[in-house]
């Protein structure tokens, strides 16, 4: 079985800060993991993912993501964040074996002016 | 370009109706999913198909049905009998299954049950 823990509901923060946010997971078997964003009325788009190799992850939109295999966890960041990058954030883990994810409860970033 | 897409956007039903929420891929993915999402709530999966005519029930399948008589299709049957079927319902395929596990997501239905 696995399991995916998102510390946050939700994080404000003001425009060009800085941003972490934070995903733990359990897993008996290896992983791969997934962050995806979510506009509001919207379905879930692929932000990264760390499928093996290097444990930092890039993908769109200026964000990244840092396997760590010894603490579980994979957190987003974004060094300067626009107002554009409100959306909720869903951290995901699936195992190796098979197609089906688990998915976290979701963290809403709100950026303020 | 290829995706999901999930018809209609809003549905309105009375309650005691039966309704069916419609999700198309044309991907070529051998896996279709079913998720529904509360406000404040993860996604929680509702059915799920790694192959043409065979599916599985997911962690919240009580009140629904589905069926796979394609690969491109799996619709959604919200039957009287799901107590609180008001509810933010995605629809999302993967390729088979041992690959990447990376699932792609329709724009979702929302269906308000009175």
């Known amino acids: 079985a696995q399991s995916v823990t998102q510390l946050d509901s939700q994080v404000p923060v003001f425009e060009e800060a800085p941003v972490e946010l934070r995903c733990n997971y359990s897993?008996?078997?290896?992983?791969?993991l997934f962050w995806y964003v979510q506009y509001p009325n919207q379905g879930l788009q692929l932000l990264l993912k760390?499928?093996?190799?290097?444990?930092l992850v890039k993908g769109i939109n200026g964000f990244e993501a840092e396997f760590n295999k010894s603490q579980t966890s994979f957190h987003l960041r974004k060094p300067s964040v626009h107002i554009s990058d409100t959306a909720g954030y869903v951290c995901?883990?699936?195992?190796?074996?098979?197609?089906?994810?688990?998915f976290g409860d979701g963290t809403t970033l709100t950026v303020k002016p | 370009d290829g995706g999901i897409t999930q018809s209609p956007k809003y549905l309105f039903r009375k309650e005691g109706q039966n309704v069916t929420l419609s999700c198309e891929q044309n991907?070529?993915?051998?896996?279709m999913y079913w998720y529904r999402q509360d406000p404040g709530q993860g996604l929680r999966l509702i059915y799920y198909?790694?192959?043409?005519?065979?599916?599985q029930k997911g962690d919240i399948a009580e009140g629904y049905s589905v069926s796979r008589e394609k690969k491109e299709s799996f619709p959604l049957t919200v039957t009287s009998a799901q107590k609180n079927p008001t509810a933010f319902y995605l629809c999302?395929?993967?390729?088979?299954?041992?690959?990447?596990?990376?699932?792609?997501f329709g724009p979702g239905t929302r269906l308000t049950v009175t």
């Open positions: 897993s008996s078997v290896s992983v791969y």
């Open positions: 760390y499928l093996s190799g290097s444990t």
């Open positions: 991907l070529n993915h051998d896996a």
């Open positions: 999302a395929s993967s390729m088979e299954p041992g690959t990447t596990g990376e699932q792609y």
């Open positions: 995901a883990v699936s195992n190796t074996n098979a197609g089906k994810s688990t």
């Open positions: 198909s790694q192959i043409v005519n065979d599916f």
